[in-house]
Antibody, heavy 116, light 107 residues
Framework: EVQLVESGGDLIRPGGSLRLSCAAS????????MSWVRQVPGKGLEWVSS????????YYADSVKGRFIISRDNSKSTLNLQMNSLRVEDTATYYC?????????WGQGTKVTVSS | DIQMTQSPSTLSASVGDRVTITCRAS??????LAWYQQKPGKAPKILIY???SLESGVPPRFSGSGSGTEFTLSISSLQPDDFATYYC?????????FGQGTTVEVK
């Protein structure tokens, strides 16, 4: 059974940094592109960033470009999102998801709150 | 960027009803479209990929159609478990974007 488990969400002040992680099991991790998708409480879904299986290619939404860095460690089946210069508008639940024909498998999400 | 527009935003329906949700893309995305169902407090679940292909394990009462800029998600006979919010999402080119969502509520 495929499992994606996010961690690292927290309450953080504006301007701060946070690192999210997503641990994958039950899947050959390196064969999947992976993504982060976020959802502001009570609002819709927003794609944040994606990374290819080999990590050769990365993609970012304009809203996070230059502040967030996506990475992966295929030896540990782990996906990461380094979030810098956090803003109040980054407050959301962050999901990791396998990425191929859309987002096939999702984690349960981790909450990030940016507030002073 | 490609914008995705869903209609309606809210749909009131009864068990057994046929339900149709529309999604329009601001430019052609061929068939690179997925549909998701999300229930409160839960992660989204993919229902349809490539506009009309049913994800494994999804009941056949769900179907998708369309190509280019116009797409629909249909539920042939609404079941109690289907009251939820539905999103379309294109994966034609980055940035991938979602529609704003359609909430199917009890009439």
């Amino acid at each position: 059974e495929v499992q994606l488990v996010e961690s690292g969400g927290d309450l953080i002040r504006p301007g701060g940094s946070l690192r999210l992680s997503c641990a994958a099991s039950g899947v050959i991790f390196s064969e999947y592109a992976m993504s982060w998708v976020r959802q502001v409480p009570g609002k819709g879904l927003e794609w944040v960033s994606s990374i290819s299986g080999s990590a050769d290619n990365t993609y970012y939404a304009d809203s996070v470009k230059g502040r967030f860095i996506i990475s992966r460690d295929n030896s540990k089946s782990t996906l990461n999102l380094q979030m810098n210069s956090l803003r109040v508008e980054d407050t959301a639940t962050y999901y990791c998801a396998t990425t191929w024909r859309g987002f096939e498998m999702w984690g349960q999400g981790t909450k990030v709150t940016v507030s002073s | 960027d490609i914008q995705m527009t869903q209609s309606p935003s809210t749909l009131s329906a009864s068990v057994g009803d046929r339900v149709t949700i529309t999604c329009r893309a601001s430019q052609s995305i061929s068939s690179w479209l997925a549909w998701y169902q999300q229930k409160p407090g839960k992660a989204p679940k993919i229902l349809i990929y490539k506009a009309s292909s049913l994800e494994s394990g999804v009941p056949p009462r769900f179907s998708g159609s369309g190509s280019g800029t116009e797409f629909t998600l249909s539920i042939s006979s609404l079941q109690p478990d289907d009251f939820a919010t539905y999103y379309c999402q294109h994966y034609h080119t980055y940035p991938w974007t979602f529609g704003q969502g359609t909430t199917v509520e009890v009439k």
